[in-house]
Structures are given as C-alpha cells and as structure tokens.
C-alpha cells in the first residue's frame, strides 16, 4: 500500500502536466511575479530597421481614458516572457523573428480600482522586415457600473507611427 501511494504521488505530476510553476503563463504573459521599474524618456524617437530576417513589434501605452491617479504600469509580455514595461502615455518595441508570436499586456497591480480586465493579449504572424503597432488602451472611469480595463490592439503603421511619435521612449528593467 505504501509503495502504490508513494507511486502514485511520484507519477500524479507527469500524468497531469507539469508542476504549473514550470508552465507558461497564457495569452503570451510572463509569470505573475515579475514586476518592472519603468523610466520614460524624453521625446528621443529611435526609428530602429529590423534586422536581416527580423521584425519589430512596437507596444504603444494609451491612458487617455483612464482618469484618476496612479496610471497603471503595463509589463509586455511576447511568447511567455515579459520584454519590459511601459507608463502613462509611453512605448517600447522589440525585435522578433518571423512567425508566429503571442503577446500581452498586463497591469502590474490593479490599484484597487474596479477591476474587469487587468490582461489583454493578441496573436501575430509576423514577417521579415515589418514593423507592428500595438496600441494599449487603459481605461477606468469614476462609475461603479463601468470598471476599470486593458486593450489591446492592432494599428496600422500610419497610426502606429503618429502614435509613437507622441509618446515617451519607455526603458524598464525588472525589480
């Protein structure tokens, strides 16, 4: 009876999937315990050309609709691994290979307001020599019946651009 228990605790983490600690967060988010501190620049608009064989995937913060204080710092995450963090009314991007990719964003905290969506994600199939635009839409309003959320979405790259070319250059690193 014993060696079939101890069997039987041994085997339960590979017949039911890895320990989830081991398993990729979804949606494209890193794990939960990374939290970032985030720096925005001043209007320095790097114009960055992918690489042979790359793409860039540019992540845009809009706080526009979300008023009151403290703005939420957003982590971006790509394929289950945070790249970094923006604030306010800020951007980053980063370089991908082609193919497909699954992105994130996610509020570190949620600030205790009314809170419905605190993550969005999005897929992209990208390819060689593209640049992406995605715009992160916080949002929260002073009424009860409208809670505070996050969106995100693809924009075309006239939009992307003007849309970055109004924000700050947001560098971060992990706590």
């Known amino acids: 009876m014993k060696v079939s228990l101890a069997l039987l605790i041994f085997l339960?983490?590979?017949?039911?999937?890895?320990?989830?600690?081991?398993?990729?967060?979804?949606?494209?988010?890193?794990?939960?315990?990374?939290h970032f501190v985030v720096q925005t620049g001043k209007r320095n608009h790097p114009t960055p050309v992918p690489g042979s064989g790359k793409a860039i995937v540019y992540f845009i913060q809009d706080?526009?609709?979300?008023?009151?204080?403290?703005?939420p710092?957003?982590?971006?995450?790509?394929?289950?691994?945070?790249?970094?963090a923006t604030r306010a009314t800020s951007y980053l991007f980063q370089v991908v290979e082609p193919g497909e990719h699954h992105l994130c964003a996610s509020w570190q905290s949620s600030h205790g307001f009314n809170v419905e969506?605190?993550?969005?994600a999005a897929h992209l199939t990208a390819e060689a020599g593209h640049a992406y635009y995605f715009l992160i839409e916080n949002s929260?309003?002073?009424?009860?019946?409208?809670?505070?959320?996050?969106?995100?979405?693809?924009?075309d790259s006239d939009e992307g651009e003007l849309l970055a070319s109004k924000s700050l250059l947001s560098s971060s690193h992990p706590r």
Do not use: K, M
């Open 12 to 34: 339960t983490p590979v017949v039911f999937g890895q320990n989830q600690a081991d398993n990729p967060a979804p949606g494209g988010c890193g794990q939960p315990s990374v």
């Open 140 to 155: 929260y309003r002073f009424e009860p019946r409208i809670p505070a959320e996050v969106r995100l979405t693809r924009v």
């Open 73 to 84: 710092t957003t982590r971006i995450g790509i394929d289950g691994n945070w790249i970094g």
């Open 117 to 120: 969506n605190t993550a969005a």
């Open 63 to 71: 706080d526009t609709h979300f008023l009151a204080n403290p703005r």
